[in-house]
């Protein structure tokens, strides 16, 4: 996608106004206590103890895979590596006193999982098998309505369809933090990058989502 | 999509402090609601609880946890023998330098005599030859290599005329030694030790 000079410009004066807004530090909370604790049990060797944390984070994580992939089967797999992946490695986890530390870290277990998948389809040449918009797909709104809720099912189809065609580096914190609302400070934590660098990718790539609906856009208001 | 310009220090997932104005962000906060599948839960906790087979790697780089709790006064404790342990190493470390243990006595005395002890010792031999040519000093302090003895200088009829002088490091020790005059092993006259030497002659003894 090309963007004229206008739009650069617009791009970085609004990267400026983010970076104005204040960064908050996040707050140990007891739900960090708690995990803390479980994942004491964990590596004090009760299996049992790790069942609360994969119950709590199951969603965010298949959803961060599956808006990755695009594909339900593969982030099934994916979602499920990673909380083994997490579960092995639980002896070197360290929260160093970081709030929802183990969330990111876990998160960057998926979105690392999910890059490998991406890059290895993109090295075999294998289309990615996007099924989101499937029958398995469940919908945020179930509106009464059965023209609005077909309307809204397109509407999201497209949506989907349009996040799988941002690159992946632009695709990873557009689902972190437009779909999954996280802060700045988790998303840094967990794709290890410069908060500057991650406010100019999540502004270009709402421009290009926005760029790649408007051709929809206008053939929904000539439909209309 | 301006809410990344109000707060971002929410938590995840909490509700967003105004409302997005913005239907694509609605609609991209919608995303988010899909369903794991039901059997993740079951299928996650079933390989967790598969005991993993040994391995010597997975061991090796097994860190281990140690949990160190102190009070503010072990704290104060601790920094205070530290301190004054580091002093009297420090005390220690300068009163035990050389140039210290030489300016005391009762220290330098015994240092000296050890120092002394591995040192040789300078042994001047003198033997008195009026008309002699060539006289050395041989013995086992050398291996009983001739070392040559010079001539002092003097007036052939003063108190120094003929007498051959030389000054040597001999190790601390008993030693045999015997002079050789113009090729003749000759002991010294003035030794007041002798020894035989196994071929019925003696030789001079020195200890040191």
Redesign the interface.
Known sequence: MALNPDQSGAFLANVT??AN??????AW?ARDEEERRLIASC?AGD??A??PL??RY??????VA??MLGSRSDA?DI??QS??DA??AL??FRDDGRP?AF?TWLLRIVVNRSKDVLKSKRRTEQPLERDVAGA??????DPSDPEAHASGGQ??RR??AA?LAVPAKYREV?VL??????????IRAILRLPITTL?IR?VRA?AM??AL?EPDAETEGELR | MSRDQTDDSRPSGAAPAAPASDPLADELRALREVAPPASLVARVMTQVATPQPFSLWRWLRRPIRFEVRLSALTVLATGLVLTVGATALVRGARSSSPVNLAARGEVAAPVGARDSEAEPVLVRFVFEAHGARRVAVAGSFNAWKEQVLTLEDGASDGPSAGVFVTTLAVPRGTHEYMFVVDGRWIADPLATERRPDGFGRQNSLLRL
């Open positions: 106004n983010v807004a204040g960064n908050v530090a996040l909370t590596v299996a049992e790790f069942r994969v119950i199951q969603r965010q994580a298949f959803a599956l808006r099934e979602t499920q909380f083994i579960f092995n002896e070197r929802r969330s398995d797909a469940v919908f945020a709104h509407r999201r949506l989907e996040l557009l933090k437009d779909v999954e609302d996280l802060s700045y400070e988790e406010k999540v709402r989502l926005r609906l």
